[in-house]
């Protein structure tokens, strides 16, 4: 295969997270009596830190902005987190990759905590070797340290050999940062353009279409 090493973002990658973001953020708007006129697209809340999003389009300071997070984290801890799907095809993917020696690895911007239980709990978990997300301390980390991070803890030096999956600008500019090729899934929130713009090496139309790319046959 083209890639031994293969680090996938969370939301609009491995899962289709948008309900239980889009519930949650409405919990918080309401909890702080904002207009849900303010919602607008919620592809945009996807990806970024929440505090720089709800703080953007809400026009709240930075207190304001902690705040819709606590609020938003009280929803999702409970229901949030459980209202995902996963991908048609994904596990057949991350079971056939596995098959071929690739390492797997999952690199978020979300919360490690949540990463872990909907991985877990949708089966997905034993296929990757880590789970890297953030902790709620320091939930603005950028994506490319967490990579690196992982990159790091692994000892990975050929760096010819990996990529990043992803749906957003944010995980095409970590895999350039670092040195990574950067595989932008269009079956998540961001667009082609986006996704090309910002450095995406291949484009995979669907989560199979990420073995073709990786030079993997389906068996």
């Known amino acids: 295969m083209n890639y031994q090493h293969l680090f996938f973002d969370l939301d609009g990658t491995l899962v289709d997270s948008q309900e239980g973001i889009q519930n949650a953020i409405c919990y918080a708007m309401d909890a702080l009596g904002i207009s849900r006129d303010k919602l607008g697209d919620i592809k945009k809340y996807i990806g970024p830190p929440l505090v720089v999003s ?35 095809g994904m596990e057949q993917t991350l079971k056939t990759l596995q098959k071929a020696g690739a ?66 600008s944010y995980d095409m500019e970590a895999a350039k940062s670092v040195g990574t090729a950067a595989i932008g899934a269009l079956f998540g929130f961001g667009s082609a353009q986006e996704l090309q713009e910002t450095g995406a090496d291949a484009l995979a139309q669907s989560p199979l279409d990420i073995l073709r790319i990786g030079g993997i046959t389906e068996e």
């Not at 809400?58 to 819709?68: I, K, R, S, V």
């Not at 999952?106 to 296929?127: C, D, N, R």
């Not at 980390?141 to 990159?151: A, G, P, R, T, Y």
Request: hydrophobic share 30%; proline share 2%; glycine share 8%.
């Open 54 to 88: 709800f703080t953007k389009y809400w026009d709240l300071d930075e207190a304001g902005g902690n705040e819709a997070v606590r609020r938003y984290r009280e929803y999702y801890s409970e229901k949030g987190w459980r209202e995902v799907r996963v991908y048609d």
């Open 103 to 168: 390492g797997l690895y999952v690199v978020t911007s979300k919360p490690t905590v949540y990463a872990e239980k909907i991985l877990q709990h949708y089966g997905l978990a034993p296929y990757f070797k880590t789970i890297c997300g953030v902790d709620f301390k320091h939930d603005q980390e950028k994506k490319q340290d967490l990579l690196q991070s992982v990159i790091d803890q692994y000892g990975i030096k050929d760096l010819s050999v990996c990529a990043m999956i992803g749906d957003r």
